[in-house]
């Protein structure tokens, strides 16, 4: 079945430390793909896109992600994280279906950062 | 600039009651989504409307469910028979053609007794 992957549902860090967040889909042909962020209490904010071109992408707040099509994978890093970076996030995937788009989403990973 | 809005903010009903939801798009947004997220899951995708046509449903949505975008603006999405398993957040989001990036709104709590 088609879906996306985020590897860790809980992941636990403390101020300053480094993040990754994986993410896999399962999905051939072309895509765009997207990290989404949901603070506390706070509805879904885009974080970053990639739709083309350089595969290493920059977003807000110091995030950014590296698309590898070979792995099927689009992980999202920073490399120094902050109590204020505790969070749902969401990665998603956009198809191409019949002229039209639809996000699907990963299960998200749930991020505490502690001082 | 007014992002996504949704009406109301939490809804809490009765098995067997029906309800409605609204989603205004930002302005000049041409395409809108509706999702539905439970605990512990990302968003899944209802349905899609390109200015007043609906182009897709999903699977996900049973004949219970109706959603319309009248004059491709504002849309609704009714609940008919409420059941309990129809409890979640549901998500509206809305897009242009141009950028294709879905900007989503705060979502409308269900909860159905």
């Known amino acids: 079945a088609q879906s996306v992957s985020q590897h860790n549902h809980h992941v636990i860090l403390s101020e300053a430390a480094s993040l990754e967040l994986g993410c896999n889909y399962s999905?051939?042909?072309?895509?765009?793909l997207f990290w989404y962020v949901q603070y506390p209490g706070q509805h879904l904010q885009l974080l970053l896109k990639?739709?083309?071109?350089?595969?290493l992408v920059k977003g807000i707040k110091g995030f950014e992600a590296e698309f590898i099509k070979s792995k099927f994978s689009f992980n999202l890093r920073k490399p120094s994280v902050q109590w204020s970076d505790t969070a749902e996030y969401f990665c998603?995937?956009?198809?191409?279906?019949?002229?039209?788009?639809?996000?699907?989403f990963g299960a998200g990973t749930r991020l505490a950062v502690h001082p | 600039d007014t992002g996504v809005s949704q009406d109301p903010r939490h809804k809490i009903t009765k098995r067997g009651q029906n309800v409605t939801f609204r989603c205004d798009p930002i302005?000049?947004?041409?395409?809108l989504y509706w999702y539905r997220q439970t605990l512990g899951q990302g968003p899944e995708f209802l349905t899609y409307?390109?200015?007043?046509?609906?182009?897709?449903k999903s699977r996900l949505l049973s004949d219970r469910f109706s959603a319309e975008r009248p004059k491709g603006s504002f849309s609704t999405l009714e609940i008919q028979r409420t059941e309990q398993g129809d409890s979640a957040m549901y998500l509206c989001?809305?897009?242009?053609?141009?950028?294709?990036?879905?900007?989503f709104g705060p979502g409308t709590r269900l909860t159905v007794l």
């Open positions: 989001a809305s897009s242009s053609s141009v950028t294709d990036t879905q900007y």
């Open positions: 999905y051939g042909g072309t895509v765009n």
């Open positions: 990639y739709f083309s071109g350089d595969p």
């Open positions: 998603a995937v956009m198809r191409f279906s019949g002229g039209y788009n639809k996000l699907i």
């Open positions: 302005s000049e947004h041409n395409r």
């Open positions: 409307f390109q200015n007043e046509a609906q182009l897709e």
